[in-house]
């Protein structure tokens, strides 16, 4: 029995994944023939399906850009980015998108650590990290074993450093591993989906609005309290947004 249910899963996931192919397909082509809504669709119907890709969410959000569709292109192309952040044609498309909104944020000054999590470490995700710290694994015990059975001096000796080198970089890539996979769990990240959103400093209706923010613009969730949520943008002021004005930043949402 549980082996039928297996091959039931198995072949499933089979049959998903040859529609979810066809379905791509027939999607570039509607975005070639500009019908952009039509495209959209389509590509909604592979979110659907649970086998979504970078290049999916790159894709949808061209469409929403030529839309002229700020905040649904900018939420497109961010998660493309978080399926995979070395994509450069959705991180290009992010910043061409990003100039068609309003606010103007200059991000507070990063320190030196700041700026090499940026540039070396956020390069991959936590998944990408954990496949190289399984690759560095597997690396590091075959050379220790070609180092325990080599009888030349200066070959035990390559080996043994070179393993030494790989576990260092295992222990390296697993701190990695858990920075990221930490990080990821504890910062919510949201797009604004309306024209325009003030800003309060208290969870309800008749508070003071402290600022205002527009569509397209990226904030930070810091905390949830009823319909509300306390948000954070670049230059570090936090405030509260009603939650229907924001869409969180999720692969499946």
Not at 30 to 49: D, F, G
Not at 223 to 235: F, N, P, Q
Not at 238 to 246: A, E, F, L, S, Y
């Amino acid at each position: 029995m549980k082996k039928l249910l297996i091959l039931l899963l198995f072949v499933s996931q089979f049959v998903a994944s040859q529609s979810a192919e066809g379905l791509f397909k027939k999607a570039n082509e509607q975005y070639k023939l500009e019908n952009y809504n039509e495209a959209i669709k389509t590509y909604k119907e592979i979110e659907e399906l649970r086998l979504i890709s970078s290049e999916m969410y790159y894709n949808l959000g061209n469409c929403y850009y030529k839309l002229n569709q700020v905040a649904p292109a900018i939420y497109n192309y961010e998660k493309a980015l978080l399926i995979n952040p070395l994509n450069e044609d959705a991180s290009n498309n992010l910043v061409f998108a990003k100039r068609l909104t309003i606010d103007n944020i200059e991000e507070l000054p990063k320190s030196i650590f700041q700026k090499i999590d940026e540039t070396i470490i956020k390069k991959l995700s936590y998944n990408e990290w954990a496949i190289i710290s399984v690759i560095f694994s597997f690396l590091g015990c075959g050379l220790f074993f070609l180092f325990y059975f080599s009888y030349t001096p200066t070959k035990k000796r390559i080996f043994f450093i070179t393993s030494l080198l790989s576990f260092f970089l295992l222990i390296l890539s697993s701190v990695f591993t858990i920075k990221e996979h930490s990080y990821t769990q504890a910062n919510i990240e949201a797009i604004i989906f309306v024209e325009e959103s003030e800003i309060k400093n208290a969870p309800t209706s008749n508070s003071d609005t402290i600022f205002k923010l527009h569509e397209g613009t990226k904030v930070k969730v810091l905390d949830t309290l009823d319909r509300w949520k306390k948000i954070k943008i670049a230059d570090g002021k936090i405030g509260w947004i009603d939650t229907n004005q924001i869409k969180l930043l999720s692969i499946f949402k």
